[in-house]
């Protein structure tokens, strides 16, 4: 099991398809919502709060989507609710809490696999991103509040197939990688790259 807070109300937790055949769990079940998945839902939670300080207060969102090799990834979102009669109070920002958990970062061993994932996200959900080269990898670091709700599952997705979640941090990449693209990664290989090919 792997967590990670990827924003201030966001969690993502990765499970193995063996950590769910050690519960017992097999993979049809993960949808079923019956006591097996619910004990597992709340041990996650458990191990978020622990681990990375998240606390679920309140209303949460869960979206979930299997990877064809590395199981099942979960997307938990706190969502902001308010007593009735209650009225919003503007939230102030904390910047120094905001980073890294407002980006995430994806590292690719081979440039091709950069053109690649880079196609297929330009079709599916294009956002902006930062292209760098760090320590032999090329890495893409994505602001997570740039990414649409309804397009998590697919980006996620793709990054995957051709490339794996880094621990790298997008301070870590402007104070000692390359930046080759700032912001506009995707087009700029469009431009660039996929042209050459055709």
């Known amino acids: 099991m792997r967590v990670e807070k990827i924003a201030r109300n966001k969690l993502r937790i990765s499970i193995s398809y063996d950590d769910l055949e050690a519960r017992g769990i097999d993979r049809d ?15 996650m939670m458990e191990v978020a ?19 064809p090799t590395e199981g099942v990834v979960l997307i938990v979102t706190q969502v ?3 007593p009735p009669g209650d009225h919003a109070e503007p939230v102030e920002s904390d910047d120094s809490d905001s980073d890294p958990f407002g980006t995430f970062v994806f590292a690719f061993s081979d440039f091709e696999d950069v053109v690649r994932v880079a196609t297929a996200i330009l079709e599916v ?11 032999g990898h090329y890495h893409l670091s994505f602001d997570d509040e740039t990414v649409p709700e309804n397009e998590y599952d697919a980006l996620w997705s793709l990054l ?8 790298v941090t997008q301070a870590m990449l402007e104070e000692y990688g390359n930046r080759i693209a700032d912001g506009n990664a995707l087009e700029l290989i469009a431009r660039h790259f ?3 090919r055709q």
């Open 49 to 67: 709060y622990t681990e990375v300080g998240f606390e679920i207060v309140g209303p949460i969102a869960v979206e979930a989507f299997t990877m």
């Open 194 to 196: 996929l042209r050459e």
């Open 29 to 43: 079940e993960m949808w079923q919502n019956g006591k097996k998945v619910q004990e597992l839902f709340w041990d």
């Open 160 to 167: 995957h197939e051709y490339g794996e979640l880094s621990a």
């Open 80 to 82: 902001p609710s308010l």
């Open 125 to 135: 959900c294009p956002i902006d991103c930062s292209l760098y080269h760090y320590k």
